[in-house]
């Protein structure tokens, strides 16, 4: 019997797993060894997860939420015939009506963008400021300003058209998609201290209606 234990251990040493004892009539691998041992965990699967944990946790803290400050940025834009830089903060102490949008020359975006044009006097009145944003450069929001916007106002947009080419403030605001590359829709309503009262995202398909977005800038001056 001993020597059949032998030639057995002689054949499985040969094998791709090494075997170290023989318990009950089974060779056991070191990797199940009986006893306290625990098997040993692989440390780069540990790091992975640490780095994977790490990222769920930053990507939570920077989501968006009501009641917290919005995400300062400065991006160029154009406004008013002319390309100027524009930077958030520059509007402190003002209530901000902040809108991504997917493109210029898109058809839902025309309507919307028209309205907030025509609604831009009750907007001013009510100490509110409109920055559009998206993944358009300024030449091609001049363009879109020009060619088709004046005509369905009759004159130039009125407040300034972001340009976020890499689209690193609509990621700051969770909105960038980036399998399409482009801003979905989103609506921010930021208060004079810079912080977010609220905020709306829709698909690209729907948009948003202007007289509900001044209700609620309304509701928000009353409470605030």
Known sequence: MEFVKNVI????????????YYKGGVFVPEEFKMGCQRPEIKKDLVEESKVEEKSIIKEEDNMIKVGKPAPDFTIPAYHNGSFVELNLSDFKGKWVLLCFYPGDFTFVWATEVSAVADKYRELQELGVEVISISVDSVFVHKMWNDHELSKMINGNIPFPMGSDQDGSVGKKYGIYDEDSGVETRGRFIIDPDGIVQGFEVLTPPVGRNVNETIRQIKAFQFVN
Do not use: D, H, Y
């Open 9 to 20: 251990m002689q054949i499985m040493t040969l094998n791709f797993l090494e075997f170290n």
